[in-house]
């Protein structure tokens, strides 16, 4: 099976701006959660979607959205861009089933914002 | 609140010592902890689970809720070991709580 994708790869922004991160999961799996991940933070959960709905979500402001489509693709939004945003924002799919799931990472899209 | 500690930011070691890196975490529920890797250059991977309780590339983890510990340990190190070692625990569903890793590093 293909892996997590996550397009695209590098981006480059400016403060105010807004962006649009997309995640394809694992070919089956329904459960897509978002991380970012920052020299200073860490890795931080942003939220995790399944079937479509947000079922859980991390302590980020609410410039940081995202939504599933019914193909489990996952897109993230991150409106009106700060210095701070810049990250490397992982995205990970799990099958989804249960509460013990182990999570397949992506890539990562590398963030700049300016 | 959930926390994961990584007390140490980067572990030296030479090829053939044994290695431990710590992990220690502060949860009210039932905890379910991981350790992941990240090699140069790869994605970040599981690399152990603590209900599975096996043994990946020689190293094993033990929970002891007593001490709220999940160390990672390796009784020989190799210099394909080096990687950052995340220990994360599941604060619900999928929703994963990092530490800040520990970058190990394996000598010849």
């Known amino acids: 099976k293909a892996g997590v994708t996550q397009t695209p790869r590098y981006l480059i922004k400016t403060r105010g701006q807004q962006v649009t991160l997309s995640c394809s999961p694992i070919s089956g799996h329904r459960s897509v959660s978002w991380y970012q991940q920052t020299p200073g933070q860490g890795l931080q959960f942003l939220f995790e979607y399944f079937s479509e709905t947000q079922r859980n979500k991390g302590n980020f402001p609410g410039r940081f959205s995202g939504r599933q489509f019914s193909n489990s693709r996952s897109e993230m939004n991150v409106s009106t861009l700060e210095l701070g945003d810049s990250a490397l924002y992982l995205c990970?799919?799990?099958?989804?089933?249960?509460?013990?799931?182990?999570?397949?990472f992506g890539p990562g899209t590398r963030l700049t914002v300016l | 609140a959930q926390r994961v500690t990584q007390p140490e930011k980067l572990l030296s070691v030479f090829k053939g010592a044994p290695v431990e890196l710590k992990c220690n975490y502060s949860?009210?529920?039932?905890?379910?902890l991981f350790w992941y890797v990240q090699y140069s250059r790869q994605r970040l991977q599981l690399l152990l689970r603590?209900?599975s309780r096996e043994s990946i590339k020689g190293f094993t983890a033990d929970l002891n809720k007593g001490e709220t510990s999940f160390h990672l340990k390796k009784p020989f190190a190799q210099e394909e070991d080096s990687a950052m070692y995340y220990c994360a625990l599941n604060t619900g569903r999928r929703a994963l709580t990092f530490g800040s890793g520990t970058r190990l590093q394996v000598q010849p």
């Open positions: 603590h209900i």
């Open positions: 990970a799919s799990s099958p989804g089933q249960g509460t013990y799931n182990e999570q397949f």
């Open positions: 949860y009210s529920g039932s905890p379910e």
